[in-house]
């Protein structure tokens, strides 16, 4: 059974820092691009960052770039982001996603962890 | 506003077709492939469409995809209530060197 499980959210003041971590099982990991989406309360759903199956290529959403760095262990089939400089605009839910091919479709999701940022 | 543009809302009868438009650019659409999501509200995100116009397993054949140069269109046929949700579609833009969303369109079955 597949199962993708996101830790680590929580409530943050602006200009703090959390770490999301996502834990996979019953797929091959290691083969997989992983990616976090993210959904503000009430809006769509907006890409955030991807990592390749061996970290050799990272991306990020201009909304993030500077401020997110994502990191993966394949040992330990867990995929992270760091998120630095939080602004309010981030509070959302966070979803980690994996994607089989590179092709930017995500066929496992986990099933989200809230940021809250605010003062 | 998203790269990607989608009609904010659609609606259909019963037991019609409706189809929701993806409309981008060379650098995205034009280039790359297309999914689609299905989302209730308040769950999880569903892949419906992957690589354009593949199923994936579990998915009903009423749901198909298209792409034609740079827009893409999901399709359902057999509407029922059950498919009122909101839908997304993604892929991967160049220039931006992103994964882009379009805003999502709200499906309602009259």
């Known amino acids: 059974e597949v199962q993708v499980v996101e830790s680590g959210g929580g409530l943050v003041k602006p200009g703090g820092s959390l770490r999301l971590s996502c834990a996979a099982s019953?797929?091959?990991?290691?083969?997989?691009?992983m990616n976090w989406v993210r959904q503000a309360p009430g809006k769509g759903l907006e890409w955030v960052s991807s990592?390749?199956?061996?970290?050799?290529?990272?991306y990020y959403a201009g909304s993030v770039k500077g401020r997110f760095t994502i990191s993966r262990d394949n040992a330990k089939n867990s995929v992270y982001l760091q998120m630095n400089s939080l602004r309010a605009e981030d509070t959302a839910v966070y979803y980690c996603?994996?994607?089989?091919?590179?092709?930017?479709?995500?066929?496992?999701w986990g099933q989200g962890t809230l940021v809250t940022v605010s003062s | 506003q998203s790269v990607l543009t989608q009609p904010p809302s659609v609606s259909a009868a019963p037991g019609q077709k409706v189809t929701i438009s993806c409309s981008g650019s060379?650098?995205?659409?034009?280039?790359?492939?297309v999914s689609w999501y299905q989302q209730f509200p308040g769950t999880v995100p569903k892949l419906v469409i992957y690589e354009n116009n593949k199923r994936p397993s579990g998915i009903p054949d009423r749901f198909s995809g298209s792409k034609s140069g740079t827009s893409a269109t999901l399709g359902i046929t057999g509407l029922q209530t059950g498919d009122e949700a909101d839908y997304y579609c993604v892929t991967w833009d160049r220039s931006l060197s992103a994964g882009v969303f379009g805003g999502g369109t709200k499906l309602t079955v009259l």
């Open positions: 019953g797929f091959t990991f290691s083969s997989y691009s």
């Open positions: 990592i390749s199956s061996a970290s050799s290529y990272l």
């Open positions: 060379s650098s995205n659409i034009g280039n790359n492939h």
């Open positions: 996603a994996g994607d089989p091919t590179g092709e930017y479709y995500f066929d496992y």
